[in-house]
């Protein structure tokens, strides 16, 4: 399962480099199966997804890749560490962004990947040839980021769910996706994989466009970019 970000780079970047790729739409590892092809050699997909929350099984993903002899790839951005160790579940290679939960504090942009010795020997010396590699004071900043990492996340947690659990209660919204509401589709897999369900959540409002556009203009704390650009 690609996010708009994975999508729109596939589209505009791999075929270029001769590199063929199948979108999956609802991330089951059954979907994903029947999408491998004879030159397939890695599946890469997100949970929980942006921006609907979606939960993919990750030790089904991971054992649908070892049965097929690929590698397995996931972000697991939407988690963080704090909540979400996939490599524990036998995901080969793991992403991070590190500009959201581990950088915390919208000052730098960068990425990180976790994998083998046998695996990150080769991306790190494609990195270093194509210069892929973070400053020093960028590397700063993340150091510091991670040193309150543990506790940003948890009350994320926290505050996640209680706005979730007001929300889906509220006479104006019509949906809540949150993989920690009870409710939620992919709830029981996402407890059984997370230590914790994350601040991020979307709402269906029930309503229409005008209706979206008062409630992001009354937003206080969180406010839309207003100048392309310079955000």
């Known amino acids: 399962m690609f ?21 999956a739409v609802e991330g089951t590892p059954a979907e994903f199966a029947s999408l491998i092809r004879e030159n397939t050699k890695a599946l890469l997909f997100e949970t929980p997804t942006n921006p609907l929350l979606k939960v ?9 890749a070892r049965k097929n002899g690929l590698i ?36 730098l942009c960068c990425g990180a ?23 020093p004071q960028e590397c700063y900043l993340l150091e510091r980021s991670m040193k309150t990492l543990g506790l940003r996340v948890r ?11 007001f929300l889906k209660d509220h006479g104006r919204v019509r949906n809540v996706f949150y993989p920690g509401l009870s409710g ?3 709830h029981e897999t996402a407890s059984k994989q997370m230590r914790g369900f994350g601040g991020m959540f979307s709402v269906e409002l029930d309503g229409d466009g005008r209706d979206a556009k008062k409630v992001v203009d009354a937003l206080r704390l969180f406010q839309p970019c207003r100048e392309p650009g310079r955000c």
């Open 3 to 23: 996010t708009a970000e994975l999508t729109h780079f596939a589209a505009a970047h791999l075929e270029r480099f001769g590199i063929e790729y199948s979108l």
């Open 72 to 107: 397995s790839i996931i972000d697991n951005t939407f988690a963080s560490p704090i909540n979400q160790n996939p490599l524990d579940w036998g995901i080969d290679v793991v992403l991070h962004s590190g500009t959201k939960y581990l950088g915390g504090h919208s000052d």
């Open 56 to 64: 993919v099984d990750i030790e089904a993903m991971a054992a649908l």
């Open 184 to 186: 939620h589709p992919g």
């Open 113 to 135: 990947l976790v994998s083998s010795t046998k695996l990150m020997s080769p991306m790190m010396e494609t990195a270093v040839n194509m210069g892929f590699v973070l400053a």
């Open 155 to 165: 009350q994320s947690n926290v505050n996640g769910k209680a706005l979730c659990e």
